[in-house]
Protein backbone atom coordinates (compact mmCIF):
# COMPACT_ATOMS: atom_id res chain seq x y z
CA UNK A 1 0.00 0.00 0.00
CA UNK A 2 1.79 3.14 -1.11
CA UNK A 3 2.66 5.57 1.83
CA UNK A 4 1.54 9.71 1.75
CA UNK A 5 5.25 10.05 0.89
CA UNK A 6 5.24 7.35 -1.83
CA UNK A 7 2.38 9.09 -3.23
CA UNK A 8 4.00 12.56 -3.59
CA UNK A 9 6.71 10.98 -4.83
CA UNK A 10 4.24 9.44 -7.58
CA UNK A 11 3.27 12.95 -8.14
CA UNK A 12 6.39 14.23 -8.59
CA UNK A 13 7.68 11.47 -11.42
CA UNK A 14 4.37 11.91 -13.29
CA UNK A 15 4.79 15.79 -13.56
CA UNK A 16 8.34 15.43 -14.70
CA UNK A 17 7.65 12.74 -16.69
CA UNK A 18 4.60 14.38 -18.57
CA UNK A 19 6.71 17.92 -18.82
CA UNK A 20 10.20 16.59 -20.10
CA UNK A 21 9.10 12.87 -21.50
CA UNK A 22 12.57 11.84 -19.72
CA UNK A 23 12.68 8.88 -17.16
CA UNK A 24 12.72 10.54 -13.35
CA UNK A 25 15.76 9.46 -10.93
CA UNK A 26 16.02 9.68 -7.42
CA UNK A 27 18.16 12.71 -7.85
CA UNK A 28 16.17 14.72 -9.91
CA UNK A 29 13.22 14.29 -7.66
CA UNK A 30 15.56 15.77 -4.68
CA UNK A 31 17.10 18.12 -6.01
CA UNK A 32 13.54 19.57 -7.33
CA UNK A 33 11.20 19.07 -4.80
CA UNK A 34 11.51 19.59 -0.92
CA UNK A 35 10.76 16.13 0.96
CA UNK A 36 13.77 16.53 3.21
CA UNK A 37 14.76 13.15 2.93
CA UNK A 38 17.79 11.42 1.44
CA UNK A 39 18.07 10.27 -2.37
CA UNK A 40 18.74 6.90 -1.03
CA UNK A 41 15.21 7.14 1.00
CA UNK A 42 13.47 8.00 -2.20
CA UNK A 43 14.75 5.51 -4.07
CA UNK A 44 13.29 2.87 -1.37
CA UNK A 45 9.62 4.68 -2.13
CA UNK A 46 10.43 4.48 -5.76
CA UNK A 47 11.19 0.37 -5.42
CA UNK A 48 8.01 0.43 -3.74
CA UNK A 49 6.09 1.87 -6.17
CA UNK A 50 7.50 -0.15 -8.57
CA UNK A 51 6.50 -3.31 -7.09
CA UNK A 52 2.82 -1.91 -6.93
CA UNK A 53 3.33 -1.63 -10.53
CA UNK A 54 2.90 2.40 -10.21
CA UNK A 55 5.89 3.22 -12.32
CA UNK A 56 8.76 1.18 -14.34
CA UNK A 57 11.94 1.41 -15.55
CA UNK A 58 12.03 1.38 -19.80
CA UNK A 59 15.38 0.48 -19.98
CA UNK A 60 18.55 -0.93 -17.52
CA UNK A 61 19.85 1.69 -15.33
CA UNK A 62 17.14 4.27 -16.05
CA UNK A 63 15.01 6.39 -14.37
CA UNK A 64 11.35 5.68 -13.65
CA UNK A 65 8.03 6.66 -15.94
CA UNK A 66 4.42 6.05 -14.98
CA UNK A 67 2.49 2.85 -15.77
CA UNK A 68 -1.14 3.07 -17.00
CA UNK A 69 -2.14 1.99 -13.63
CA UNK A 70 0.59 4.83 -11.87
CA UNK A 71 -1.12 7.22 -13.82
CA UNK A 72 -4.85 5.74 -12.68
CA UNK A 73 -3.55 6.27 -8.89
CA UNK A 74 -2.59 10.02 -9.97
CA UNK A 75 -5.59 11.34 -11.00
CA UNK A 76 -7.78 9.13 -8.35
CA UNK A 77 -5.63 10.98 -5.78
CA UNK A 78 -5.96 14.81 -7.06
CA UNK A 79 -7.82 16.24 -4.19
CA UNK A 80 -8.98 18.99 -6.13
CA UNK A 81 -8.94 20.59 -10.19
CA UNK A 82 -6.36 23.16 -10.68
CA UNK A 83 -8.38 26.19 -11.98
CA UNK A 84 -7.93 27.47 -15.14
CA UNK A 85 -5.71 30.85 -15.79
CA UNK A 86 -7.45 34.04 -16.25
CA UNK A 87 -6.01 34.28 -20.02
CA UNK A 88 -7.87 31.03 -20.25
CA UNK A 89 -11.36 32.28 -18.45
CA UNK A 90 -10.70 35.28 -21.09
CA UNK A 91 -10.16 32.82 -23.96
CA UNK A 92 -13.06 31.04 -23.13
CA UNK A 93 -15.55 34.06 -23.11
CA UNK A 94 -14.06 35.71 -25.67
CA UNK A 95 -14.42 32.98 -28.37
CA UNK A 96 -17.53 31.58 -27.15
CA UNK A 97 -20.64 34.43 -28.45
CA UNK A 98 -24.16 32.44 -27.47
CA UNK A 99 -25.78 35.76 -28.57
CA UNK A 100 -23.87 35.31 -32.60
CA UNK A 101 -23.92 31.81 -33.26
CA UNK A 102 -26.28 29.31 -33.60
CA UNK A 103 -26.64 25.71 -31.80
CA UNK A 104 -24.30 24.44 -34.84
CA UNK A 105 -21.65 27.00 -34.88
CA UNK A 106 -20.93 27.03 -30.95
CA UNK A 107 -20.74 23.63 -30.85
CA UNK A 108 -18.07 24.14 -33.79
CA UNK A 109 -16.53 26.60 -32.06
CA UNK A 110 -16.57 24.66 -28.65
CA UNK A 111 -14.11 21.78 -29.94
CA UNK A 112 -11.90 24.65 -31.66
CA UNK A 113 -11.32 26.10 -28.20
CA UNK A 114 -11.09 23.03 -26.29
CA UNK A 115 -8.41 21.37 -28.65
CA UNK A 116 -6.82 25.16 -28.54
CA UNK A 117 -6.83 24.78 -24.73
CA UNK A 118 -5.47 21.70 -24.33
CA UNK A 119 -3.37 20.79 -27.26
CA UNK A 120 -5.25 18.12 -27.12
CA UNK A 121 -7.71 16.21 -30.36
CA UNK A 122 -10.93 17.46 -28.98
CA UNK A 123 -14.32 15.60 -29.19
CA UNK A 124 -17.82 16.81 -28.30
CA UNK A 125 -20.82 14.62 -28.61
CA UNK A 126 -23.61 17.05 -30.12
CA UNK A 127 -26.48 17.75 -28.03
CA UNK A 128 -29.61 15.87 -27.65
CA UNK A 129 -32.99 17.09 -27.44
CA UNK A 130 -35.08 15.46 -24.50
CA UNK A 131 -38.18 18.08 -26.14
CA UNK A 132 -37.25 19.47 -29.34
CA UNK A 133 -39.92 20.26 -31.55
CA UNK A 134 -40.53 21.32 -35.38
CA UNK A 135 -39.79 25.16 -35.47
CA UNK A 136 -40.53 25.44 -39.20
CA UNK A 137 -40.35 23.48 -42.96
CA UNK A 138 -39.39 25.00 -46.18
CA UNK A 139 -39.58 23.82 -49.39
CA UNK A 140 -37.67 25.20 -52.14
CA UNK A 141 -37.92 24.53 -56.05
CA UNK A 142 -34.42 25.21 -56.74
CA UNK A 143 -34.03 23.78 -60.58
CA UNK A 144 -37.31 22.75 -62.02
CA UNK A 145 -37.98 19.70 -60.01
CA UNK A 146 -35.15 19.76 -57.55
CA UNK A 147 -36.50 20.50 -54.73
CA UNK A 148 -34.20 22.04 -51.37
CA UNK A 149 -36.26 20.52 -48.08
CA UNK A 150 -35.53 22.17 -44.41
CA UNK A 151 -36.32 21.38 -41.19
CA UNK A 152 -35.23 23.67 -38.58
CA UNK A 153 -35.75 22.96 -34.87
CA UNK A 154 -36.88 24.82 -31.32
CA UNK A 155 -32.94 24.40 -30.74
CA UNK A 156 -32.00 25.83 -33.70
CA UNK A 157 -30.79 22.59 -35.61
CA UNK A 158 -30.67 23.08 -39.33
CA UNK A 159 -31.20 20.18 -41.57
CA UNK A 160 -31.44 20.29 -45.32
CA UNK A 161 -31.75 17.64 -48.10
CA UNK A 162 -32.36 17.43 -52.01
CA UNK A 163 -35.16 16.09 -53.66
CA UNK A 164 -35.27 14.89 -57.31
CA UNK A 165 -38.57 14.84 -58.02
CA UNK A 166 -39.95 11.76 -60.80
CA UNK A 167 -41.12 13.54 -64.02
CA UNK A 168 -44.58 13.12 -64.08
CA UNK A 169 -44.86 15.47 -61.05
CA UNK A 170 -42.81 17.86 -62.78
CA UNK A 171 -45.87 19.69 -64.45
CA UNK A 172 -47.29 23.51 -64.20
CA UNK A 173 -49.13 22.59 -61.54
CA UNK A 174 -46.39 21.87 -59.53
CA UNK A 175 -46.10 25.17 -57.66
CA UNK A 176 -48.75 25.48 -56.45
CA UNK A 177 -48.90 21.93 -55.28
CA UNK A 178 -45.75 22.97 -53.55
CA UNK A 179 -47.57 25.92 -52.22
CA UNK A 180 -50.17 23.26 -50.47
CA UNK A 181 -47.95 20.99 -49.32
CA UNK A 182 -45.40 23.36 -47.56
CA UNK A 183 -48.75 24.72 -45.66
CA UNK A 184 -50.38 21.51 -44.80
CA UNK A 185 -46.77 20.50 -43.30
CA UNK A 186 -46.47 23.48 -41.00
CA UNK A 187 -49.77 23.36 -39.92
CA UNK A 188 -49.59 19.77 -38.59
CA UNK A 189 -45.78 19.74 -37.49
CA UNK A 190 -44.91 23.42 -36.57
CA UNK A 191 -44.20 23.10 -32.56
CA UNK A 192 -44.87 19.13 -32.19
CA UNK A 193 -42.35 17.46 -30.62
CA UNK A 194 -39.54 15.26 -32.79
CA UNK A 195 -40.13 11.93 -31.13
CA UNK A 196 -43.86 12.72 -31.93
CA UNK A 197 -43.16 13.14 -35.71
CA UNK A 198 -44.43 10.29 -37.46
CA UNK A 199 -48.03 10.61 -35.46
CA UNK A 200 -48.63 13.85 -37.08
CA UNK A 201 -46.91 12.60 -40.53
CA UNK A 202 -49.64 10.36 -40.66
CA UNK A 203 -52.19 12.76 -40.31
CA UNK A 204 -50.55 14.61 -43.27
CA UNK A 205 -51.39 11.88 -45.13
CA UNK A 206 -54.53 11.74 -44.11
CA UNK A 207 -55.70 15.56 -44.45
CA UNK A 208 -53.47 16.48 -47.79
CA UNK A 209 -55.23 16.65 -51.25
CA UNK A 210 -55.26 13.20 -53.23
CA UNK A 211 -53.35 15.31 -55.84
CA UNK A 212 -50.74 16.04 -53.75
CA UNK A 213 -50.03 13.20 -51.54
CA UNK A 214 -47.56 11.98 -53.67
CA UNK A 215 -45.23 14.94 -53.23
CA UNK A 216 -46.35 15.30 -49.53
CA UNK A 217 -44.75 11.38 -49.13
CA UNK A 218 -41.76 12.14 -51.16
CA UNK A 219 -41.33 15.29 -48.91
CA UNK A 220 -41.95 13.28 -45.48
CA UNK A 221 -39.54 10.54 -46.44
CA UNK A 222 -36.85 13.30 -46.51
CA UNK A 223 -38.22 15.20 -43.29
CA UNK A 224 -37.80 11.64 -41.50
CA UNK A 225 -34.13 11.69 -42.45
CA UNK A 226 -33.41 15.56 -41.35
CA UNK A 227 -35.80 14.16 -37.74
CA UNK A 228 -33.22 11.02 -37.62
CA UNK A 229 -30.07 13.42 -37.83
CA UNK A 230 -31.28 16.20 -35.39
CA UNK A 231 -32.01 13.04 -33.21
CA UNK A 232 -29.51 10.99 -33.26
CA UNK A 233 -25.38 10.99 -32.10
CA UNK A 234 -23.27 12.90 -34.13
CA UNK A 235 -19.29 13.67 -32.80
CA UNK A 236 -17.75 16.66 -33.69
CA UNK A 237 -14.00 16.63 -33.73
CA UNK A 238 -11.68 19.20 -33.62
CA UNK A 239 -7.11 18.90 -33.29
CA UNK A 240 -6.04 15.93 -35.01
CA UNK A 241 -2.88 17.51 -35.93
CA UNK A 242 -2.47 17.74 -31.83
CA UNK A 243 -2.56 14.19 -31.72
CA UNK A 244 -0.62 13.75 -34.58
CA UNK A 245 2.13 15.69 -32.88
CA UNK A 246 2.12 13.53 -29.88
CA UNK A 247 2.84 10.26 -32.32
CA UNK A 248 6.40 9.66 -30.16
CA UNK A 249 4.31 9.09 -26.34
CA UNK A 250 2.63 5.68 -28.68
CA UNK A 251 4.01 2.99 -28.30
CA UNK A 252 2.63 1.64 -31.53
CA UNK A 253 1.22 3.17 -34.67
CA UNK A 254 -0.95 6.02 -34.48
CA UNK A 255 -3.28 4.56 -36.90
CA UNK A 256 -5.54 2.23 -34.88
CA UNK A 257 -6.58 5.23 -32.83
CA UNK A 258 -7.41 7.39 -35.70
CA UNK A 259 -9.48 4.90 -37.08
CA UNK A 260 -11.69 4.53 -33.88
CA UNK A 261 -11.49 8.36 -34.06
CA UNK A 262 -12.66 8.12 -37.92
CA UNK A 263 -14.87 5.65 -36.96
CA UNK A 264 -16.76 7.04 -33.93
CA UNK A 265 -18.86 4.25 -32.66
CA UNK A 266 -16.37 3.72 -29.83
CA UNK A 267 -15.94 7.12 -29.05
CA UNK A 268 -19.90 7.69 -28.75
CA UNK A 269 -19.68 4.56 -26.71
CA UNK A 270 -17.45 5.36 -24.35
CA UNK A 271 -18.71 8.96 -23.76
CA UNK A 272 -21.85 7.13 -23.23
CA UNK A 273 -20.34 5.04 -20.33
CA UNK A 274 -18.37 7.74 -19.12
CA UNK A 275 -21.59 10.17 -18.93
CA UNK A 276 -23.60 7.34 -16.82
CA UNK A 277 -20.36 7.40 -14.27
CA UNK A 278 -22.18 10.50 -12.94
CA UNK A 279 -21.26 14.35 -12.42
CA UNK A 280 -17.61 15.81 -12.83
CA UNK A 281 -15.15 14.93 -14.95
CA UNK A 282 -14.48 11.19 -15.80
CA UNK A 283 -11.19 10.01 -17.16
CA UNK A 284 -10.77 6.42 -19.01
CA UNK A 285 -6.36 5.46 -19.33
CA UNK A 286 -5.15 2.85 -21.63
CA UNK A 287 -6.97 0.07 -21.51
CA UNK A 288 -9.83 1.04 -19.72
CA UNK A 289 -11.29 1.92 -22.62
CA UNK A 290 -11.98 -1.30 -23.40
CA UNK A 291 -11.60 -0.58 -26.99
CA UNK A 292 -8.40 -2.28 -29.01
CA UNK A 293 -8.03 1.16 -30.99
CA UNK A 294 -7.96 3.26 -28.02
CA UNK A 295 -5.94 0.88 -25.93
CA UNK A 296 -2.58 3.62 -25.50
CA UNK A 297 -4.92 6.68 -25.34
CA UNK A 298 -6.40 8.56 -22.28
CA UNK A 299 -9.75 10.09 -22.59
CA UNK A 300 -10.64 13.10 -19.90
CA UNK A 301 -14.94 14.11 -20.26
CA UNK A 302 -17.32 15.94 -18.70
CA UNK A 303 -20.57 16.73 -19.16
CA UNK A 304 -22.29 19.81 -20.21
CA UNK A 305 -26.13 20.98 -20.70
CA UNK A 306 -28.93 21.93 -18.83
CA UNK A 307 -31.76 20.09 -17.27
CA UNK A 308 -34.17 23.01 -17.23
CA UNK A 309 -33.89 23.26 -21.15
CA UNK A 310 -33.72 19.34 -22.37
CA UNK A 311 -29.84 19.78 -23.70
CA UNK A 312 -27.13 17.14 -22.86
CA UNK A 313 -24.18 15.93 -24.33
CA UNK A 314 -20.46 15.42 -23.17
CA UNK A 315 -17.30 16.82 -24.52
CA UNK A 316 -13.90 15.51 -24.12
CA UNK A 317 -10.33 15.07 -24.93
CA UNK A 318 -8.37 12.05 -26.39
CA UNK A 319 -4.38 12.24 -26.22
CA UNK A 320 -1.63 9.78 -24.94
CA UNK A 321 -1.29 8.59 -21.52
CA UNK A 322 1.44 10.78 -21.06
CA UNK A 323 -0.53 13.96 -20.58
CA UNK A 324 -1.21 16.86 -18.15
CA UNK A 325 -4.33 15.49 -16.56
CA UNK A 326 -4.80 17.69 -14.09
CA UNK A 327 -4.62 20.79 -16.59
CA UNK A 328 -6.93 18.77 -19.21
CA UNK A 329 -9.23 18.10 -16.43
CA UNK A 330 -9.68 21.82 -15.26
CA UNK A 331 -10.31 22.83 -18.77
CA UNK A 332 -12.36 19.89 -19.41
CA UNK A 333 -14.63 21.47 -16.11
CA UNK A 334 -14.64 24.73 -17.41
CA UNK A 335 -16.01 24.18 -20.98
CA UNK A 336 -18.45 22.18 -19.89
CA UNK A 337 -19.42 24.45 -17.80
CA UNK A 338 -19.39 27.19 -20.12
CA UNK A 339 -21.25 25.52 -22.71
CA UNK A 340 -23.76 24.69 -19.88
CA UNK A 341 -24.72 28.51 -19.12
CA UNK A 342 -24.87 29.70 -22.75
CA UNK A 343 -27.15 26.51 -23.79
CA UNK A 344 -29.67 27.97 -21.59
CA UNK A 345 -30.08 30.47 -24.56
CA UNK A 346 -31.20 28.14 -26.97
Not at 77 to 84: D, F
Not at 148 to 163: A, D, F, K, P
Not at 180 to 204: C, G, K
Request: overall charge negative.
Amino acid sequence: MATARSLEVLRAIVHDYVATREPVGSAAIVSRYNFDVSAATIRNDMSALEEEELIHAPHTSAGRIPTEKGYRVFVDNLSQLRGITAPQRRAIEKFLSPAEDDLEQTVEKTARLLSNLTHQLAVIRYPTFSNSRVRKIDIVDVDGGRLLVVLITSRGSVQQHHLALPAELVNDSLRASLVRVRAMLNDQLRDTDLADFEVHAQQVFELVAPDDRRLAELVVDVLRLDVDQSRGERLIVSGTGNLLRTEADFDHTLVPVLEAIEEQVALLRLLGEMSREGAGVSVRIGSETAHVGLEEAAIVSGDYGSGSTGIEGRLGIVGPTRMDYRANMAAVHAVASYLSHIMRDY
